[in-house]
């Protein structure tokens, strides 16, 4: 499983195996064995070639520690290894852990080449708590789920390490702030992306960002360093796997080099034509190739603009979910999701609601599709709002993702806090910190946030598009309603003219979640709630007013898929436990919705 880049790899495996048979026994070795090919590796930009890499997705040891034991008292020492666990995966929905609430551990042993060399672990995403031990010293916890995490390692005495994580899924405000349990998804506890061990030189490269500039190939680059920083930083740059070309003497500020250049040959990334350039970067010692694509994204009149081209944003919210696998999921899975979403026609998604898989990121960009990316939040009560732990790691969540993600052209918008008491005052100042820390790390894109209180909104002006999220005609704003359907278009027409009045007609406005819940095969001749008549009803009149309507930007339709939620009393609005919206069920099986959508959507209807 220990892949190493940019040295020999199959020989560096074999020392792996004979490291391991020849101090821990033949039973340990064999799992060993198991664990070096069976997994599903897809690695996703950024690579480096220079370094060495462990990545260490695969097999690890394993032990549910208890469901009241205290995690920050937990010590590695102490720890009976009695289980397996996959990597990436959840605990709680393996047979042997399923529903379980508490501790978890996880340790993995990796035969560094350097020893003396400062490591840094980089985790895609994690939840709901971590922490890390390095050799049995506490290196960092994790408290912002799902969003890009890295610690650094100090060089050890001997070539192997001992890995070992906690990771805890129980609901607590003090040590998860950023999850609480009204959220309307289930909160899994594991290790749900990649995760890789970087041996790094004094001077490291952390990350490339290329932003563009225009669309005749001028991009701006900014080189961020890791490790001692030289007064001046000397690199070359090379595109497409071209000449390098050297930068000397270039000026550096907090680790960070900015400087402007024009890509040979550029080629513009559109949807239907989703080109990619590379761009390898070399300093002395390490280097790094990212991807990214040439494309502008601004905002005009209403309408989004894609390389100054009005784009209609079409398409669906997808939660990162599967009843096995949870938020873990396998490549096959993030391929099969986009390439279902692309027979019904559509360009967009919502990664609804947390910052999402850069596997998942790297495909959209493969495949052209426009992503809405997000930090972590579900229904923030104002209290929350006003609090100053809770908005330190908002804070945190939004910039490692807006940093993690900003090589991908696929990603336009950036948004935060779904459905927050927006409506309230103590979202002022939370809405404002949010977008203020996005657009000084990237003003290249359009910031936004689905807001559930149209009517009401305090936070308008402080965004570039208008999303709203709202459910006439599913959550009724009259039970007695014969025809719960005739709500849909007048809601639509009334936050239109309320936009208009509130001086916000200039900008684009999007439908960031709407639909109505079906259960699969629940087919009934009275088309009523929950049968997937009423469902394929419902989105053929939202999806043929967006398609025909100049004033709505785009359209996220709630959802996807299907997802396991509340395992609460929150479910008896939740048959089955799951978030029934879903045009496929869990399994992606499609309800009569996904054939209404792909007709409107491709323009065959
Ligand atoms: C909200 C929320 C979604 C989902 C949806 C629903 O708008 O943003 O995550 O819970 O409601 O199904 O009611």
């Given at each position: 499983?220990d892949?190493?880049?940019g ?12 490291t391991?048979s020849?101090?821990r ?5 064999r799992r060993?064995?198991?664990c070096e ?6 690695s996703?930009?950024?690579r480096?070639?220079?370094r060495?890499?462990?990545?260490l997705?695969g097999?690890?040891e ?7 034991v ?9 720890i009976r290894?009695d289980?397996?666990?996959t ?5 709680d ?5 399923v529903r379980k609430?508490g ?10 080449v350097?020893?003396?060399?400062r490591?840094r ?6 939840g709901?708590?971590?922490r890390v031990?390095v050799d049995?010293e ?8 799902y969003a890009?995490?890295?610690v ?9 390490r001992?890995l070992?994580i906690?990771i805890?899924?129980r609901?607590?405000?003090d040590?998860v702030p ?14 749900y992306?990649?995760v890789a061990w970087?041996?790094?030189?004094a001077c490291a490269?952390?990350r ?9 190939g001028?991009v701006r680059?900014d080189?961020?360093?890791?490790g001692?920083?030289p007064a001046?930083?000397?690199a070359t ?7 390098p ?18 890509v040979?040959?550029p080629r513009?990334?559109e949807?239907a034509?989703?080109?990619?350039h ?11 190739t990212?991807?990214f694509g040439l ?9 989004i ?8 944003l ?9 009843p ?6 396998p ?5 099969h999701?986009?390439q279902?979403l692309r027979?019904?026609?559509c ?11 850069q596997r998942?990121l790297d ?5 052209g599709?426009l ?17 100053p ?13 807006v940093?993690?993600?900003a090589?991908?052209p ?16 103590e979202?002022?100042a939370?809405v404002?910190?949010l ?7 990237d003003?290249?894109?359009l910031?936004t946030?689905a807001t559930?209180?149209?009517?009401e909104?305090?936070?308008y002006d402080?965004v570039?598009?208008v999303?709203?999220n709202?459910?006439?005609?599913w ?5 007695h309603?014969?025809?719960p359907?005739d709500?849909?278009?007048?809601l ?10 509130e001086?916000?007609?200039a900008k ?25 008549q009423?469902?394929?009803a419902y989105?053929?009149i ?13 359209v ?6 299907d997802?396991?939620t509340?395992a ?11 978030n029934n919206?879903g045009?496929?069920d869990?399994?992606r099986r ?16």
């Open positions: 499983m892949t190493v880049s040295r020999d790899a199959m020989a560096d495996s074999v020392t792996v195996l004979r391991q020849g101090r026994g033949l039973a340990i070795a060993r064995i198991l090919g069976a997994m599903n590796q897809v996703h930009f950024p480096y070639d220079t060495t890499v462990h990545r997705d097999l690890w394993a032990t549910f520690v208890g469901a009241d205290d995690p920050g008292e937990v010590r590695p020492g102490d290894w289980d397996l666990m990597v990436p995966g959840v605990f929905s393996c047979p042997n852990h609430r501790c978890f551990a996880l340790r993995h042993f990796v035969d560094t350097d020893s003396a060399a490591g672990l980089r985790f895609g995403g994690l709901l708590w971590g031990f049995g506490c290196l960092g916890t994790c408290q912002t789920p890009p995490w890295s650094a390692v100090p060089p050890g005495r001997r070539r192997q001992e070992v906690l805890d899924n609901f607590d405000r040590r950023l999850f609480d349990p009204f959220f309307d998804f289930y909160g899994y506890g594991g290790i992306r990649s970087h041996e790094l030189p490269l952390d490339v960002t290329v932003t563009p500039l225009d669309l005749a001028n680059i080189i961020r360093l890791d001692n920083a001046k930083l000397d740059l090379a595109f497409d796997g071209g000449d070309a050297a930068f000397n003497g270039l000026e550096l500020n907090s680790g960070l080099a900015t400087l402007t250049t024009r040979p040959s513009l990334w949807p034509n989703p080109r990619l590379t761009l390898r970067v070399g300093i002395d010692g390490d280097s790094i990212e991807r494309r502008t994204v601004t905002a005009e009149r209403g309408k603009l894609l390389n100054g081209k009005p784009v209609k079409l398409g669906y919210n997808r939660h990162e979910a599967h096995q696998f949870g938020p873990a999921l490549p096959q899975q993030l391929l999701d986009l279902l027979r019904l026609g360009n967009f998604v919502r990664g609804s609601h947390y910052p999402q898989d998942f495909l959209c960009d493969e495949l599709f992503v809405f990316e997000e930090a972590l939040g579900w229904g923030t009560p104002a209290v929350h709002l006003a609090d732990r809770f908005n330190e790691l908002q804070e945190a969540q939004t910039r490692a993702m940093r993690a993600s090589n991908h696929s990603v336009i918008l950036w948004g935060f806090l779904n459905e927050c008491e927006s409506h309230k005052p979202s002022d939370a404002a910190r977008a203020g820390a996005i657009r000084e790390e003003p290249s894109r910031v946030f559930n209180h149209p009517f909104e305090r936070n402080k570039d598009v999303s709203v709202q459910y006439p005609g959550y009724p704003e009259d039970r309603k014969e025809r359907l709500e849909i278009e007048p639509i027409d009334r936050v239109i003219a309320h936009l208009k009045a001086g916000q007609a684009p406005f999007i439908i960031s979640e709407m639909g109505a819940g079906a259960i699969y095969g629940w087919r009934d001749e009275l088309e009523a709630h929950w049968s997937e009423y469902q394929a989105l053929g939202l999806a043929r007013r967006v398609v025909a309507d100049e004033r709505i930007a785009g996220a339709i709630w959802q996807f898929c997802g396991r509340y609460h009393g929150h479910a008896l609005g939740r048959p089955r436990a799951f919206k045009s496929f869990e399994y499609p309800k009569m919705a996904a054939d209404t959508v792909r007709r409107i959507f491709t323009g065959e209807a």
